[in-house]
């Protein structure tokens, strides 16, 4: 119900760890401070914060609440620092940050090309990959008998499967990971944020021109074929597109396979399970993942069109509320008593890992691809595979957004292969 902004009590404030730290201990202290509340990101930007399950999927839902950046007042007052790092993720010029028609017009040509087929047909070539870089692993092993498989095996393959698929020159992908981290990571600097966004778009503007001259059979080629054909967006829009694309189609599976392997590594019973069991066990190991550990911690931001009243709370149109995906994937109200355990033979896997609404992740059916690719492999290939350190040594990424660690360390143990 549409209402007017009335005289409330503050509600509670938190200010948001920009490391990382405690992810899921934020996520029980915002609850705790209720339904929804205020916080205060790196840098003093304040936004909203919906922190049940039930009200944040309600609130991906409603059309009254859109992504266009374009909507937020504090943003139009002056008062969001042009250089505060986190507008890569805001300010974009894709269908991520727009609604309704404009959000239809941008997502068509990506829809028509991106597609779950395409994305199948990836599966021999992520499969290649994989073997490939297994082969390799043991070869990083230090002399302390110790690999880092978050760096020589999780960050590399989605990177290559996303930049193969797009069409990046390999000699560009270690830039285009040094930049897509600036964009996550809470200790970017202003001046960083800012070289970021003039060297992607350098590198995307070359990479239109080599394609336009010498079309390929990647995505890149693909889109601009198909948007060449009927005008749907300007460069910058395709540019920012694929800038979305590469982003989701890797930061999210990193991740994703991160967390997956550190949580069977730490959860015995369940890796038990997945040995002795399918595709489809394992399929249910990494929806669990996605529930219990999602990629994704908190994902700014949506702006509500007129005023709305959630959880009792009004929230004025034109402000910006930040959804903690991460943290209402464990709400006991959604999930039980039992929210906190890992089980992958839970029988409610459903969760918000990737949003939900219209703006719901377009890279999902990539991640989980690249996920029951990479994962099972590992584990069969290094039955003995077990941490290195104990888990609660392990550092997350200092980010509002990722939620995982800068590293995996582990012993590989024989290989059977």
Known sequence: MTESVVVQTPPPLIHIDPSGADRHGEAVRMRELGPVIRAVLPGGVQMWVVTEYALLADLANDPRVGRDWRQWDALRRGEVPEDW???????????????????RRLRKPLTRTFTRARIERLRPRAEEIVNTMLDDLSNHVGPNGVVDVRKHYAYPFPMQVICELIGVPKA???????LID?????DTTAEEYLTTQQERHELWQRLFAMRRAEPADDLTSAMI???????ALTDDELEDTLWMLIGAGHETSISLIVNATRALLTHPDQLALVRDGDAETWSKAIEETLRWDAPVGNFPAR????????GGVTIPKGDAILAPWSGVNRDPAKYGPDADRFDITRTNQKHLAFGGGPHMCIGTALARLEAAVALPALFSRFPDLRLAVDSAELTAVP?????SVTSLPVYLGPSRG
């Open 399 to 403: 980010s509002i957004f990722s939620n």
């Open 303 to 310: 702006f509500p069109t007129e005023h709305i009243t959630v």
């Open 172 to 178: 560009w992908w270690p830039r285009f990971r040094e």
């Open 182 to 186: 600036t964009v996550i990571r809470a």
């Open 85 to 103: 790092p986190l507008l890569s993720m805001i300010r974009l010029n894709n269908a991520m940050a727009r609604d309704g028609a404009e959000h």
């Open 225 to 231: 074929a198909v948007n060449d054909e009927d005008g």
